[in-house]
């Protein structure tokens, strides 16, 4: 097997973690992470009788205001 030295599996770490980050920043990945808890939270709030309803669809368009930024 291959041995790299020190600096050599240090260079190969380090370019594993930007492509790592690079994909998980994307953003599609960054969008859901920002939209699935408020759309959970609209889903929680929709339970409340009179307001519920009201309070889910305001933050379900706030949601999608998010996914449409173009990232």
């Known amino acids: 097997m291959l041995q ?3 600096r050599g599996r240090l260079k190969l770490l380090q ?3 930007f ?3 690079a994909f998980l920043l994307s953003g599609c990945v960054l969008t859901k992470i920002v939209t699935v ?3 959970l939270g609209a889903a929680v709030i929709s339970i409340v ?3 519920g309803n009201t309070a889910h669809e305001a933050i379900d368009e706030a949601a999608e ?5 173009p990232l």
């Open 49 to 51: 009788p009179v307001a």
């Open 15 to 17: 370019l594993a973690l």
């Open 19 to 21: 492509f790592v980050l």
């Open 4 to 6: 790299l030295p020190i």
């Open 65 to 69: 205001a998010v996914d449409a930024i």
């Open 37 to 39: 808890p408020m759309r």
